[in-house]
């Protein structure tokens, strides 16, 4: 199938040809005749997918399709984003799509200097690109008016919910037109009980598009895991960057202060590093990502929440430094490798406190990851885990950053999971296979 065959205009076909693609992803396929009719959608769609594009261009023909000539100037489609980073590459893609068309577009978020963003919305604006927090703000402060939205795309649905979004997003629902006068796109990774339910809502009878398993990891990538004691993970992480010659490594952590405190132990081990986190700034978290995507940085340290919609072409290897608290989160942090048919590798440094999380993406991926005991760095046997709070990374939190801890673990429950586990799986004897490598 090609783009040509999907009812698209020639405006839009023009800019698709220059961008170099001329065969439509699945979701593609699926979601653009769809919305296109008209029709309110479901997606299950995954990073890396080319969802983006899915919605990007039918919503700029139905926008044109039923532009009126002249005179006012209002926001007719809304793109709710959970992430700064996701925003940006929306916008993005909307003014990739869209230059050869008379619409005119916008991205907003937080940790950014208002003013010239109300100067933006001033001049007036057909699609805005937000996230939740700042588009509220401009609200109560009159910038913006969500009457005339006549089309709703929210991205990454999972994630925002897991971000603690909901209320926001049910605010923002109320200041709209009804659900039976606009047109709906969500695109989720997960249809989890909470995603059904917040359609359910949102969506007026919709088309439901799962192109594969969300739980699907794709076969471009090879997985591998490396049994390591808890404090010898930095020690291996610089052998394995060094030894084998990685020239660009996106790394893992679950915290903050876990990903300033790795890059800047790898920078003392002589490797260039950066981190990306939601405490930085937008201007901070950009500098990043442009050093890490030109080479001045050889690793890009981050959590799960700032990775969100990074754009990295043919990055090459992925590594766990330590495994998701969410076990579908795995399968977005390996997503980031293996694109569009290249191989990608994705490496998880794992240490006894966290058998249990393992077991859970086994389970969740419905295959087991090899284990390879890298010579050298064998880890001892004897150690005893210690409990992992399990709770998703920014879970049950606000805009006022704090958590209402619904989604965590006491520590008895962590630590009965951590012994059955052990108990289980009988530690790493029998379960891994000594590697090649040795200790430099």
Known sequence: MLFDS????AELLRAVREQGYTEPTPIQQRAIPAVLEGEDVLAGAQTGTGKTAGFTLPLLQRLMENRSQGGHRAIRA?????TRELAAQVGESIETYGRHLPLQSTVIFGGVKINPQIARLRRGVDILVATPGRLLDHINQGNISLDEIEILVLDEANRMLDMGFINDIRKLMAMMPS???RQTLLFSATFSNEIRQLANKLLDRPELIEVERCNKTAGSISQVIHPVDKNRKREMLSHMIGSRNWSQVLVFTRTKHGANRLAQ??????LSATAIHGNKTQ???TKALANFKSGKARVLVATDIAARGLDIDQLPHVVNYE???????????IGRTGRAGLDGEAVSLVCVDEFQLLADIEKLIRKEIPKVTLEGYEPDLT????PI?????GAGRGRNGSSNGRHGNNGHNARGRGRRSQAKSGGWKGRSKPGQARVA
């Open 6 to 9: 999907l009812g698209l205009s």
């Open 78 to 82: 809304l793109v709710l984003t959970p």
């Open 179 to 181: 659900k039976h006068d």
């Open 265 to 270: 132990q790898l920078e003392r081990d002589g």
């Open 283 to 285: 201007a901070a978290r």
């Open 323 to 333: 495994l998701p608290n969410v076990a579908e989160d795995y399968v977005h942090r």
């Open 383 to 386: 150690i005893k885990p210690e």
């Open 389 to 393: 709070q399990k709770k998703r990374n």
